[in-house]
């Protein structure tokens, strides 16, 4: 995508897609460079990988985790860890950036006092997909999820609260930011298969934060 369109695309202004779930577009457009520089350092010590699924099966987003605690999935599970399984040592520390943007669309979502500490990278490259979910692993489910969306655009599928709800199609920006909470919480969702498409800042991929409270 050209820089021109880019401009065009973006937006700003919040859009509720149900209580408990709202988008803020271009919340993390003027920070987005520095969350970029900051992700570069983190993935120094803990790289991008595919984690295996409980059924055996590779999972196509690459992740990795930054914060006290981190998202993995192997064959015996999903889980929350402290230590990067891949190289036995803690997460790398949640950078400054993060934790301000975070907490900074939690207050303006109407969550104040968000302190998450887990933040899941999640990295799409062209034909990567993310099949419906409910996100439940985490002990407190009363703290929001922030989601950040960097780079190539996707559609984010917005499902209900059983998985046979249809899920409505929420496109999602470079500098969208996500905050999901309460009744929403625990609603499927997921995301179609990423496009072909060129950002300047990432290039063929979409990176996704997710902030977190964990413990
Ligand atoms: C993604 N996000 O946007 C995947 N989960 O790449 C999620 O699975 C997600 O964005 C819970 C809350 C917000 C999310
Ligand atoms: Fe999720």
């Not at 196509?60 to 891949?86: F, I, K, L, Q």
């Not at 790398?92 to 887990?118: I, N, Y």
């Not at 997909?129 to 439940?136: E, I, M, P, T, V």
């Not at 190539?152 to 046979?164: H, Q, S």
């Amino acid at each position: 995508m050209h820089l021109f369109d880019e401009a065009e695309l973006s937006q700003t202004g919040r859009e509720e897609l149900c209580p408990g779930a709202i988008v803020l577009r271009g919340f993390a457009l003027a920070g987005a460079t520095t969350l970029l520089e900051a992700l570069g350092h983190i993935i120094i010590t803990a790289p991008f990988r595919h984690m295996v699924t409980p059924g055996g099966f590779r999972m196509s987003v690459a992740m990795t985790n930054c914060g006290s605690y981190g998202w993995v999935t192997d064959h015996t599970g999903y889980r929350y860890d402290a230590t990067d399984p891949e190289s036995g040592q803690p997460w790398p520390k949640m950078p400054g950036v993060f934790l301000k943007l975070a907490q900074d669309a939690a207050a303006s979502a109407g969550f104040e006092d968000f302190t998450p500490d887990a933040c899941l990278i999640n990295r799409y490259a062209s034909g990567t997909r993310l099949s419906l979910h409910q996100d439940k692993n985490e002990r407190d489910l009363n703290a929001p999820i922030v989601s950040v969306s960097l780079g190539v655009p996707v559609i984010f599928l917005w499902g209900g609260l059983r998985r046979e709800v249809r899920p409505s199609r929420v496109p999602l920006l470079h500098g969208d930011v996500m905050v999901w909470g309460g009744p929403a919480r625990l609603r499927y969702h997921g995301i179609l298969p990423v496009k072909q498409e060129y950002h300047p800042l990432t290039g063929s991929h979409r990176i996704n934060l997710t902030f977190r409270k964990v413990a």
